[in-house]
């Protein structure tokens, strides 16, 4: 795998391993961008904004140094140079230095992809998830597993990435989520856990709030 890449950085989207995420490319920098890897790889990581990210977006503002990789599933190209694409997340990448040569962002990165046999969980880890699921979302979350683990049959690596990326959790949880490698099936079960006690805590900490879902 090449370890230099393209990197596309957006302030609200945390790509992980097995997940499909469909993009809108129509700012000129990412238009060449999908233009130069469109006949090779079709490989872009794809990295979280950090901070103060909207007075630099046009040059180059702070990233953190761990993303996920997505390789172009289905790509279209529309007559106005514009492009639709369907994008899906295969490893994790540090990156180790940025090569500003291009009008777009690109990195030489270390690759860190997670097994996924480290991803697996016992059945008492799954119970615990289903619960802690059904107590975060409501009973939504019933259809659901029904749908994804019972009837597609996810497991292991590709439900926690699954539950990473879709469930709503803001950027810098995912984040978080993403970095936490071969301990994320863990780390995703506290993060649900503390995010069920803020919420009886309520939204000043003194208890009684809202038990539904947060929007």
């Known amino acids: 795998m090449n370890r230099i890449i393209p990197l596309f950085p957006l302030p609200n989207l945390v790509l992980f391993p097995h997940t499909d995420v469909p993009l809108h490319i129509f ?36 990233i953190y140094t761990m993303g996920c990789a997505g390789r172009i599933e289905r790509l279209v190209r529309m007559s106005d140079g514009r492009y ?62 029904r749908t994804v683990v019972e009837e597609r049959g996810l497991r292991g690596a590709q439900l926690v990435n699954f539950l990473c990326f879709h469930l709503d959790l803001t950027p810098l949880e995912k984040q978080t989520l993403l970095e936490a490698l071969d301990q994320r099936a863990g780390c995703l079960l506290d993060v649900l856990t503390f995010k069920l006690a803020e919420r009886k805590m309520g939204p000043m900490g003194q208890g009684g709030g809202d038990a539904g879902p947060r929007q």
């Open 84 to 145: 639709n694409l369907v994008l899906q997340g295969f490893s994790e990448f540090r990156v180790a230095r940025e090569i500003r040569d291009r009008a777009y962002r690109q990195a030489e990165v270390d690759w860190c992809g997670v097994p996924p046999q480290r991803l697996e969980m016992s059945q008492q880890a799954m119970a615990y998830l289903r619960e802690l699921l059904l107590s975060y979302i409501g009973e939504p979350a019933e259809a659901a597993w």
């Open 27 to 62: 700012e000129p920098r990412y238009r060449q961008m999908i233009a130069d890897v469109a006949e090779g790889e079709r490989v872009i990581g794809m990295m979280l904004l950090k901070g103060d990210w909207e007075r630099d977006y046009y040059a180059y503002p702070d």
